[in-house]
C-alpha cells in the first residue's frame, strides 16, 4: 500500500502518472490509499479555491432531441419520451427566480432540438445577458457548427459544456449510433476553445463496455486538452434504452476519479453532478470530499424536471427553492464547505477576457 500512496504523492507533484501506474491506482480499492487520494485532492482544491463551493443554476429547457445515443433517455427513438420545450419566457422567469436566489450562472441544457435555431439560443442568451449583466451563461447544447458557437459566443454565452463522453473512438461508436462521430465531437471541442469559451468535457464513470484502459485515456485526454471544467458520473442505465440492462457505475469509482481529476488539473471546475447524486444520499458531499467544487442545483419547472430523464430514479439537487438551497449549504457547512454565490469563473478567466491571452500545453513538467 505504500507503493500506491507514493503513486498518489507523484501524481499530486507531478500532475500526471505514467500509464501503468495510473492503471494500478484504478485498481486500487484500498481504503487507507483512497483516503490518501481523497486527502491530496482536497488540499489541492483548497490551495486553488479554497473551501468554497461555486453553485449552477441548471435550467433543461428542451427534452427533444434529435439524436438517439444508446445510453441516453431522451434519445430520439425512445417514444416514451415525454416532450416539452420551454418557452422563452419560462426560461427567462427560471433564471431570474435563480438569480435572486443567489445563481450567477445560469446553464441551459437541453436535447439537440433544432427548434433551437441560432436565432432563437441567441434571443434567449442575450436577454439572459441584458437582465442581469454580472450572470455568466453556460450552454449545454450538444454539437453544434463552428459559426453556431461563433454566434452563440458573441451573444454573451460564457461557457459551453459538451462531455467527449469516451475519448476511445471504438468505445465512442459502441454507444452511439453510425451518424454520431467522435472525431466530429473532438471537434466541437476544439472549436469551442478556439472561439473562447470556458470549455468543459467529461465522461460518463462504468459506462458499457468501458475498461480502465479507456478510463486512463478519458485521464490523459483531459490532462492534455486541460478543460476549465469536468463534468463525470455514474452511468445509470435507462429501461427504455438498448443499454438499459447494464449495471450502473459506482459512486467509490466516480470519488476516485473525481480526486484524480483534481490532482492532473487543480484548477479544474469539478461538479459533483446530478447522476452522483442519484445513486448516493449523500453523494453530493462525497464528492466534494473528492475534491468537487460546484454543484448544479436544478432550476427547472417541476413538472420538466420530471420529464428530463436522461436515467432513471434522477434526483434533483437541492435549489429548486430557496428552502433547499439552504439546506445545500447547511450540508456543505457540515463538511466544512461554503456555498458562496461568487460567479465563480475558471481561474485563468478572472473576467472571461483572459482567453484570449492564454497559451495552452507549455512548459509541461511530464514527459509521459
Ligand atoms: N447515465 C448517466 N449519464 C447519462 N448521460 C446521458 N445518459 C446518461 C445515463 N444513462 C450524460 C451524458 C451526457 C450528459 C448530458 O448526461 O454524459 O453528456
Request: aromatic share 8%; charged share 25%; proline share 5%.
Amino acid at each position: 500500500m505504500a507503493a500506491l500512496k507514493r503513486l498518489v504523492d507523484r501524481l499530486a507533484a507531478e500532475r500526471c502518472l505514467p500509464d501503468a501506474d495510473m492503471l494500478a491506482l484504478l485498481a486500487c480499492g484500498d481504503g487507507e490509499v483512497l483516503s490518501h487520494l481523497f486527502a491530496r485532492a482536497r488540499a489541492a482544491r483548497e490551495a486553488v479555491y479554497g473551501r468554497d463551493v461555486y453553485i449552477r443554476g441548471l435550467i433543461e429547457f428542451t427534452n427533444f432531441c434529435k439524436n438517439d445515443c444508446l445510453y441516453c433517455g431522451i434519445r430520439r427513438s425512445n417514444a416514451r419520451a415525454c416532450r416539452y420545450r420551454l418557452t422563452e419566457e419560462e426560461i427567462l422567469l427560471c433564471a431570474e427566480a435563480g438569480y435572486r436566489m443567489g445563481f450567477r450562472t445560469v446553464v441551459l441544457q437541453g436535447g439537440e432540438d433544432p427548434w433551437f435555431t441560432d436565432e432563437r439560443l441567441c434571443r434567449i442568451v442575450r436577454a439572459l445577458k441584458a437582465a442581469r449583466p454580472d450572470r455568466a451563461v453556460t450552454l449545454s447544447v450538444g454539437e453544434r457548427s463552428r459559426e453556431s458557437y461563433q454566434k452563440l459566443f458573441d451573444a454573451g454565452a460564457d461557457r459551453y459544456l459538451l462531455r467527449h463522453e469516451t475519448a476511445t473512438k471504438a468505445h465512442y461508436e459502441a454507444l452511439h449510433p453510425p451518424g454520431l462521430s467522435f472525431d466530429r465531437r473532438m471537434q466541437c471541442l476544439a472549436d469551442l476553445r478556439a472561439i473562447g469559451y470556458q470549455v468543459g468535457c467529461g465522461f460518463m464513470v462504468g459506462s458499457p463496455w468501458q475498461t480502465p484502459a479507456d478510463i486512463a485515456r478519458d485521464l490523459a485526454f483531459i490532462r492534455r486538452f486541460e478543460p476549465e471544467m469536468v463534468g463525470i458520473g455514474p452511468f445509470i442505465p435507462h429501461r427504455d434504452t438498448p443499454l438499459g440492462a447494464f449495471p450502473a457505475g459506482t459512486v467509490e469509482m466516480t470519488c476516485k476519479l473525481l480526486a484524480i481529476i483534481r490532482l492532473l488539473l487543480p484548477n479544474a471546475l469539478l461538479p459533483a453532478t446530478t447522476a452522483l447524486a442519484t445513486l448516493d444520499p449523500r453523494g453530493c458531499e462525497k464528492g466534494m470530499l473528492a475534491g468537487a467544487n460546484v454543484v448544479m442545483p436544478n432550476l427547472s419547472p417541476p413538472d420538466a424536471r420530471e420529464k428530463y430523464a436522461l436515467y432513471e430514479g434522477k434526483a434533483s439537487a437541492a435549489g429548486e427553492t430557496a428552502d433547499a438551497l439552504s439546506d445545500l449549504k447547511k450540508r456543505m457547512e457540515n463538511i466544512g464547505y461554503r456555498v458562496t454565490i461568487a460567479r465563480g469563473d475558471h481561474r485563468s478567466f478572472p473576467d472571461g477576457e483572459a482567453a484570449l491571452t492564454r497559451k495552452k500545453g507549455e512548459h509541461d513538467p511530464c514527459t509521459t
